[in-house]
């Protein structure tokens, strides 16, 4: 399933993607297409919790979430995909600020294997990694129709490593970003026709929340 039905780059469905700012929905398509995702009973969901709450305050703060991410790889899971997640999972804001309780752990546990699985299927060589041109068919089968020039710059826009290639939390922050652009993008793209027309200011405005947002 796609995010967008294609059309001229990105297709006119108008919603936006499922996956994001939508209180803790799974990317839609995503891990639906091979193996189920790794089942875990809620006995063991609840014993991850638990040691990922390090200091057993009952809630997961960003700090706990990011050390118990892994992408892979001895670098620190992206500090900014670790913040994207807390503002998309911390939905009822009780507690202390931007900390993630047990319920929706669950959900974020959910969303993270999923892109796990994702991640999994798009890295066709096994490398741990993805490159332009697995990033282009990823995308691709997202619905996305956008030039191999167009995932080299998001390749590199994206590789912290500076190997030519992405890793897990890096390829999690290039989509969601992607998806949000294009959620923008779409709103002004009233005849579906892939162009827009705008503002300086609309420009500015629609700009400033998606930085905001982030
Ligand atoms: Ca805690
Ligand atoms: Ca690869």
Known sequence: MAFYQPHAGYGGGGKPPAGYGGGGQPPA????????????????????????????????????????????????????????????????QMGEKGTIDFNEFQQLWRYITDW???FRRYDRDNSG????????????????????????????KFDRQGRGTVLFDDF????????????????????RNGWMTISYEAFLCMVFNIAINK
Not at 49 to 59: E, L
Not at 130 to 137: F, H, M, W
Not at 172 to 191: E, K, P, R, S
Request: net charge negative; with cysteine.
């Open 172 to 191: 999690i922050q290039a989509c969601v970003m992607l998806q949000t652009l294009t959620a923008g993008f779409a709103q002004y793209d009233t005849h």
């Open 29 to 92: 398509g995503y891990g639906g297409g091979g193996q189920p995702p790794n089942m875990v009973s809620q006995q063991q969901l609840w014993d991850i919790f638990q040691r990922i709450d390090r200091d057993r305050s009952g809630a997961i703060n960003s700090t706990e979430l990011q050390s118990a991410l892994s992408n892979g790889s001895w670098a620190p899971f992206n500090p900014d995909t670790v913040r994207l997640m807390m503002c998309m999972f911390d939905v009822n």
């Open 129 to 156: 990694s993805i490159d332009t041109k697995e990033l282009s068919v990823a995308l691709a089968s997202f619905g996305y129709r956008l030039s191999e020039g167009f995932c080299s710059l998001l390749v590199r």
């Open 116 to 118: 796990q699985n994702t």
